[in-house]
């Protein structure tokens, strides 16, 4: 069974996808004619030149909308493609899950003509996130366990580069940092659901730095230690474009 098989019953409820970042992932694929999207989950991102989509868990497939493109359950590290069989391959924050990272990636080479490019996180960069720093270390202490630095893979593709991905303070898509200036919606069950990094642990052991954060909502002392992020318009939160060319 995939991880989203559990955890993503109600992913589409909030994570839907932020047309800012969905047009540096566009700018990232650049003239690809042809798409395969890996680990494509709902399809968030699926840029119209997808001529398909792979994805392992059938809880996502079916969450994805009519008009997207066709999809086959299957895994990164076994893609049922042929050899060069598009322009570019895609995966959005998805090889962290993966069983065989330099498999997956080895598909990801096998089957691109010209061009990989995978949205990922800087773990190094999202543990300093106030929220996994000051309230949920629990959460950076999963993420140490799993992210792959984009710098690793890089090494792994050949032939990179590597570009920041800021978060818009209104960002659309409820990934783990999205809420960065709207520390409210982290006290909402529904929106940490939809994050990997919160929705894998249990909720018990979450409890006792929700309710300190909750506290220092209401108290304003969130608001004091954080002020300066209330006029920022978007934040870095480690999020990371690694660009492969072939």
Not at 20 to 45: K, W
């Amino acid at each position: 069974m995939t991880v989203y098989d559990s955890i993503g019953t109600t992913y589409t409820a909030t994570r839907r996808p932020d047309p800012r970042i969905g047009a540096r992932i566009a700018a990232a694929l650049g003239d690809a004619q042809s798409v395969l999207n890996v680990g494509a989950g709902t399809g968030a991102y699926e840029p119209p030149q997808t001529v398909l989509a792979v994805e392992p868990s059938q809880v996502m497939i079916d969450q994805r909308p009519p008009g997207s493109a066709p999809v086959v359950q299957a895994r990164a590290e076994a893609l049922p493609v042929a050899d060069n069989a598009v322009d570019a391959v895609m995966a959005v924050l998805t090889v962290h899950h993966w069983t065989d990272l330099t498999t997956g990636l080895a598909e990801l080479r096998r089957t691109a003509r010209r061009r990989v490019v995978i949205l990922t996180w800087d773990q190094s960069v999202t543990r300093e996130f106030w929220l996994v720093k000051d309230y949920l270390p629990e959460a950076a202490a999963l993420d140490d366990t799993r992210a792959v630095p984009p710098a690793h893979l890089a090494a792994l593709l050949g032939g990179t580069r590597i570009e920041p991905v800021h978060v818009p303070h209104d960002c659309s898509d409820g990934f783990g940092v999205a809420f960065w200036r709207r520390p409210d919606a982290y006290l909402n069950p529904l929106v940490r659901a939809g994050m990997s990094m919160l929705s894998q642990i249990d909720p018990v052991t979450l409890q006792p730095g929700l309710n300190r954060l909750a506290a220092d909502l209401t108290s304003g002392t969130w608001h004091t230690r954080y002020h300066h992020l209330l006029s920022q318009p978007d934040f870095d939160g480690g999020y990371r474009l690694v660009i492969a060319d072939r």
